[in-house]
């Protein structure tokens, strides 16, 4: 068979949440306009948009004049008036977020801080406050209370919105990865076809800086995963309704080992923020490439060597591979914790966590470069998900438009 020669105006490299946003945003803004999806995978939410907790974040984590800050109160409102119209699942049940000493009532005040800057609807509360919210939980004098924090189905989101870009004439192309670019003649080759685009858009997730480095951006940044992985909880008594965070590291884009409550109830602990071996290392070592694994480990010592916060985090990530000492993290937010036997391993996610090589730093915000021809979304990590139909004009606007 030969190639398929494909002409369309708009190439979106990636069905992810961002890819389909991004879609979506294009299809409003230009109606006549062709445009078309093409994804590696043969299904929707094979990676981080199916793989994610759920949570519609509130925006309180992040400093004022971060992207970050901007999109995720927005986005939590749009996503969740995206599912009531929609009749989609989600659980309006808030979080909490813990403090477990002095020291951590700092970065708690300055959490409330973030949010009222944010505009976020935020509350400082006592442990009295706290026991009628989820007696559940304990903290050490106050606690942050979130009530529009809530969870969703990743997937149910990412299928409504693939059917609704269908609707509007949006080809998305299944099992149709990326393979290169001919810049000189505006051609994308991709799985059986050949695109003659353009502008492209590349949404690509983990491989997003790989696709850039064809087009001469990302020059300065590179893609370590992080495998996120949660234990979840099968017992019948519900001890907890409210998403439980701790009081975070604000110097890393993670946010601790946190109690998830799932659009259907389910408890879960989570996540670890584990380096692993390979963009799609997530189970054991069978099937990568030599080449993956001497790519990731050179980063992930580049990082140990010359950061000495992330040699800190690297060492209490990796004791999360143990269950009881995840699930005695855990056990700090609340006054009782169900026995490990009612705790299993749920499927795993890895985050496509972009580096600085310069400085050997995580990248904190979502970051994006482009020219004329080609956008790319280089850093897109949590609250991606959340923010992602505003992030999605954001990127439009100032980008392709």
Known sequence: MGLELIKTDFLIIGAGIIGLAIGKTLRDLYPQRDICIVEKEPSLGVHSSGRNS???HAGFYYTPDSLKAKFTRLGNYELTRFCEERGLKINKCGKVVIARNEKELEILKELKRRGEANGVELYLITEKELR?????????????????????????????????????????????????VLKNEKKVMAGRNVFIVERIINCAGLYADRIAKDFGFSKDYEIVPFKGLYLEYSGNDNFIKTNLYPVPDITFPFLGVHFTVTVNGKIKIGPTAIPVFSRENYKGLKGLKLKEILRAFKWNWKLAVNN?????????????????????????????IPDARWFSWSKPGIRAQLID?????LVQDF???????????????????????????????NYIK
């Open 54 to 56: 759920g949570v519609l």
């Open 308 to 336: 000495a916060e992330f040699r800190r985090l690297a060492v209490e990530e990796i004791k999360k591979y143990n269950k009881k000492f995840l699930i005695k993290q855990a056990g700090l937010l609340v006054k009782t």
């Open 367 to 397: 970051l994006v470069e482009g020219d004329g021809y080609s956008t790319h979304i280089l850093n897109a990590v949590s609250p991606a998900f959340t923010a992602s139909l505003p992030f999605a004009r954001y990127v439009v606007e």
């Open 132 to 180: 009628e919210i989820e007696p559940g939980a304990k903290t050490y004098r106050y606690a942050i209370w979130s009530p529009s924090t809530a969870t969703v189905e990743p997937l149910e989101i990412l299928k409504t919105l693939e059917k609704e870009l269908k609707e509007k004439e949006i080809r998305i192309f299944y099992s149709t990865p990326y393979e290169k």
């Open 357 to 361: 090589i310069r400085n050997l730093r």
